[in-house]
């Protein structure tokens, strides 16, 4: 009787675990391939699955030059940019590095004192401001509006890009000096 009760206990222990486990893992359709018979002719079937991975696209950027500067008040340059992604949301965050020490947002000119600029992105082109950017650090998420990569199909660019140099910083250029850096944007489908 004890064994029939120490039995009985460890089947329903059994049946409780796959019952739990079948709860959590996923259900994936049944394969339905059917084979055929011989005949004149003969008909199979087989099921196709498919999957993508999140994608995205940035493009629809160019250099920007900020000239006739003149310390007096902060200078800025925008552009409207096309970013696309697949994902059911549309989501994506945006990563922005310098190519100043620590990836700064900064100019370099030779030995003179590297210029600092900030930079910000807007989720639509008609904003006139947007959320700064920390060097290094993923935004929040962004929702785009492209339908399409590279914003074909006539859809319009998706989000805004601002770069800004201040006065302050300005004032601290040496005239006639080159000063140049390289803004990287790094775009994650969420």
Known sequence: MAMN???TNRVFRSFAAM??????LPVSPAQAATQGSVGATSTGTITINAT???????SNLTDLTFSALTG??????TENVCVWSNTSSKSYTIRATGSGTASAFTLASGTNAPVPYTVAWANS???TTGTGLTTNVASAAFTSAAVTPLCAAGANPSAKLFVTILAADQNTMIANAAYTG???LLVTPQ
Request: charged share 5%; no cysteine.
């Open 5 to 7: 009760l120490i039995n």
């Open 19 to 24: 019952a739990m486990l079948a709860a959590v």
């Open 52 to 58: 993508i991975a999140g994608l995205v696209q940035i």
């Open 72 to 77: 007096s008040a902060d200078a800025q340059q």
């Open 125 to 127: 082109t008609a904003a």
């Open 182 to 184: 390289v803004l990287t």
